[in-house]
Nanobody, 125 residues
Framework: VQLQASGGGLVQAGGSPRLSCAASGDIASINTWGWYRQAPGKQRELVADVTSGGRTNYAESVKGRFTISRDNAKNTVDLQMNSLKPEDTAVYYC????????????????????WGQGTLVTVSS
């Protein structure tokens, strides 16, 4: 599976950019999609994910501001970000996890097997 993320850039605080990630390859194997981010000097962290059944999960820091959505027909997953804050500045990565994956991250109970190249979102105050 190959993932291509887009939509990053320089945004003012309070802005509402939308990130998109397109998948190609063995699409049928994808169970869960996720968006992660990594700020300078910090560990990469999960922002949001969505399962094949549509169940979503969000980091506390973005709840109520970010929305993850998947379009199975288009093989895309989007991250709508609202009310951005300077602390949201990071490189954002999309990722996916196939059915049957055993990838594990002790922080979240599961990890991801395929990653996009990352897209930088810079929030100016």
């Amino acid at each position: 599976v190959q993932l291509q993320a887009s939509g990053g850039g320089l945004v003012q605080a309070g802005g509402s950019p939308r990130l998109s990630c397109a998948a190609s390859g063995d699409i049928a194997s994808i169970n869960t999609w996720g968006w992660y981010r990594q700020a300078p000097g910090k560990q990469r962290e999960l922002v949001a994910d969505v399962t094949s059944g549509g169940r979503t999960n969000y980091a506390e820091s973005v709840k109520g501001r970010f929305t993850i959505s998947r379009d199975n027909a288009k093989n895309t997953v989007d991250l709508q970000m609202n009310s951005l804050k300077p602390e949201d500045t990071a490189v954002y990565y999309c990722a996916c996890r196939p059915y049957g994956s055993r990838s594990y991250d002790p922080r979240y109970g599961r990890s991801y097997d395929y990653w996009g190249q990352g897209t930088l979102v810079t929030v100016s105050s």
